[in-house]
């Protein structure tokens, strides 16, 4: 594991968009495999910021989307509403390479049978994930086994009680999501978490027991991850790092 613990959330943001963009820059097609949510927001500002002066070019790229609420796509509530607001119109990004679970698929097997079939066409490059703070990566959410590929599951009702924090209204009981397996098949995992509320849980992820209760913890397993926190985040004194991780300082702002 690389970890990474940054002075400030918008520090932690700048850094994660670097590591995106540097995989843009890397010769031919790049699979990203992205996240949505609050803390994904500073990091696609920077990495739109990086986009502009020439640095993060997405014209090569080919996007995925770990999970969407089951709802339409045109609903402002959706993922792909989200991202289009965030990051795709505001990129050089073929709408034709942009995947996206259709959260209102009247056959959500066969929707994510489909997206299986379009991820195992070739590795994604990078799955860039976030973190709840009950542990669950994308809407593999907490319990007793985990969905190993695509599937449609239940919102916990922490995970949707976090939602309506963020000012959801109705929120969706149900989402297609990502499978655990499908996100570890990556070549790249990088996760950023940010702020007080995610410090226990991160914390639980990257040193407690590899468990279904905590679906983050099985990125650990990964051998191409890398973490990206704040200092916040981090908790006090740094009580999961087995050694002390390096304190990067923010980069000029261009």
């Not at 929707?111 to 066409?121: G, I, N, Q, V």
């Amino acid at each position: 594991m690389r970890l990474e613990v940054l002075p400030s959330p918008r520090a932690a943001a700048r850094r994660a968009a670097e590591k995106v963009a540097s995989v843009l820059r890397r010769r031919g097609t790049r699979r990203l495999v992205l996240a949505s949510g609050r803390t994904m927001v500073p990091v696609y500002e920077e990495l739109v910021r990086l986009h502009r002066s020439g640095r993060a070019p997405f014209r090569r790229a080919e996007t995925f989307n770990l999970d969407e609420l089951a709802v339409a796509a045109g609903d402002p509530r959706s993922f792909r509403s989200f991202m289009e607001r965030h990051l795709y119109s505001q990129v050089d990004l073929a709408v034709s390479h942009v995947h996206f679970l259709r959260g209102d698929a009247p056959d959500p097997p066969k929707e994510s049978r489909r997206y299986e079939k379009e991820l195992a066409r070739r590795l994604p490059d990078l799955v860039l994930v976030g973190i709840g703070t009950n542990g669950h990566v994308a809407y593999v959410e907490p319990g007793e086994t985990l969905v190993p590929e695509t599937a449609r599951v239940r919102l916990s009702v922490s995970t949707r009680r976090g939602l309506a924090a963020g000012g959801m209204r109705p929120v969706p009981r149900e989402a297609l999501t990502m499978g655990i397996e499908s996100i570890l098949a990556a070549r790249e995992i990088l996760l950023v978490a940010t702020g007080k509320a995610k410090a226990r849980i991160v914390a639980a992820a990257l040193r407690g027991p590899v468990t279904p209760r905590c679906p983050a913890s099985f990125l650990s397993l990964h051998p191409g991850l890398s973490v990206i926190l704040d200092r916040a985040a981090f908790g006090r004194g740094g009580r999961f790092a087995t050694r002390r991780p390096r304190v990067s300082k923010p980069g000029p702002s261009s």
